[in-house]
């Protein structure tokens, strides 16, 4: 059958490295993440639900596989992506967290590219919109940014939250105090004139903070009512499975603008399963989108406390994939597989 | 962010070509996709819903993507699949089926291969699984085989065939003749021994066949009830979304054995859709794999009428590209790209 292979096309294969020279948190990568959450609110974005793989051997679990995808209309490129997420692989000395993005043609749906980040496009967007929440959610002058959890996640939203609110103080809270410390010695070079300090407890963090992010793998709640304060902008990025939860429900109960990426994954993944139904239907809620778009305004109020779930959408997959295509492209990074 | 790269991995590469160079319709195939039709029914398979797009441009349908995916327990690798089908890719000149399959570690979820196949492993999985249905259900001795379709698929059925029948006549039938004459000459000096004639009626097709493939993209019955005779078996393959429909439901209610590859997409996306529910509930029913496992005896009686219907699997698309790349590694084809 070797007389029928297809037509002439290449594909590129970006290797995490590659990505990793010429992708980085900075004020394009932030435009194209916010650009997706408007896509998301007002185009006829095709996002179906998350595929999702449970890896179990003799009722072991192993690990756990999903795949997004998202076409936005317009766009030339659409990504699928296969993030996997196995715990052991910390004690075999690999990093938990693996998977790629696969872009295809919006016109003839071949395959253009193999990203194979290993979860590094993810961890970029998922900053990212952080800093998106951030800029229209947050106080316009935030002196002091908290962030609760110590792994990868911690330490790029403080990062990316210069590109939203040029802060000077950053406090850091986990659960294992040394985490914190080598946390706090890793930014510390990365956030030049920021002021780095571990506080012990949560709530102090979120008392003396304009700015909160919680980042955990958190099953109950963190972060309780009658911590906030006004001019207070709290954004919880850790739940995206049933049964996550950083924040009381009362949390999003009391805040004056409830916000969320997409209103259908936070009820069924995020911080929104949490809230008893009958009053989560009395709850306004907005999608971040509206925001980024400017149909909504965001923050009105120096004084009111905003509230941001963010589960993550294979929006930004597609969105994040494309630039990173584009600027390895530009860069001459990657390999071209030619088929046929 | 460089310093943070992933340890060292590799991911083999593989094309279209290559894997056409090494991976056939042989009996080897044939076994690995008989095996998967018993995993599927014999063990606590990982295989979730598919994931579909369907992609449309300013209110014009351009195409879908379908993705699937299936672990198997036991098994090092375990594949996710995505297959793009856009109709309007013919006016191209391209092939309207793309795709890939990229093979995911069991125990650590990382990616080992990228097999940019083009849709090829999936046409030869779809074949053989067409075959294996024959060996467990086509009476014993076959002479005459019949295909209803002129694709590629029709082609790839009519040559798996061979592998559970020794066939010695071949009906084809087409809505359009002068396809069925050009898959005619196209199979001729690739089905040695074998006579081909060209017939006008599906009805004449079935009264003369001992098996029968139907693959088509039919949304309405080409085949009915008061065709079948004693001795037959009836593959229908062209069934996979919901309205796409190749037998009059009666045909299914007549037979004495009625088999699938798996009920739940038979009733979704297959020829059990098209069944009253209320009949529907009330019909044996069995899934390929009791049979491959050797739980039911397939076909007893020479005289039986016998009805597969395949709507295919992750789990097939797992073991033939397991399969295809232990072939490809063992001819040392594809490229390895090293990460980190």
């Known amino acids: 059958m070797k007389e029928e292979t297809s037509p002439s096309q290449a594909v590129r294969i970006v290797t995490e490295r590659e990505l990793r020279s010429c992708v980085d948190l900075d004020t394009t990568a932030f435009g194209v993440v916010e650009q997706a959450f408007t896509w998301l609110a007002e185009t006829p974005v095709e996002m179906p639900p998350i595929q999702h793989l449970s890896i179990t051997e003799r009722g072991e679990a192993l690990g756990d596989v999903d795949i997004k995808s998202a076409f936005v209309p317009g766009i030339d490129l659409f990504a699928v992506k296969i993030a996997s997420g196995f715990a052991s692989n910390l004690a075999l000395g690999l990093p938990s967290g693996n998977g790629l993005m696969v872009l295809l043609d919006s016109r003839t749906g071949q395959c253009r590219a193999v990203l194979l980040d290993n979860g590094y496009l993810t961890d970029l967007r998922t900053a990212l919109a952080g800093a998106v929440a951030a800029k229209h959610l947050a106080p316009a002058h935030v002196e002091t ?52 300090e571990v506080v012990a407890e949560a709530r102090e963090v979120v008392e003396r903070s304009q700015c909160v992010v919680t980042t955990t793998a958190a099953r109950e709640p ?119």
Do not use: N
């Open 145 to 196: 940014v908290g962030v609760l959890g110590t792994g990868r996640q911690a330490e790029l939203q403080a990062r990316a939250l210069l590109l939203a609110r040029p802060y000077s103080k950053l406090l850091i809270c986990g659960r294992t105090r040394s985490r914190a410390e080598t946390l706090a010695s890793l930014l510390a070079p990365k956030l030049e004139g920021v002021a780095i």
């Open 222 to 340: 963190l972060v309780f009512a009658d911590w906030l304060h006004p001019g207070l902008h709290l954004t919880a990025m850790g739940s995206d499975v049933p049964g996550k939860q950083e924040l009381d429900p009362e949390v999003l109960l009391r805040a004056d603008l409830c916000v969320v990426d997409r209103r259908s994954q936070s009820e069924r993944l995020g911080e929104l399963q949490h809230v008893e139904p009958a009053l989560r239907a009395s709850l306004t809620v907005l999608e971040l989108g509206s925001l980024t778009s400017g149909r909504h305004p965001g923050r009105t109020e120096p004084g009111a406390i905003t509230v941001c779930d963010l589960t993550g959408t294979g929006v930004q997959d597609t969105a994040i994939a494309v630039h990173a295509l584009h600027k390895t492209q530009a860069a001459g990074r990657g390999s071209e597989i030619e088929l046929g």
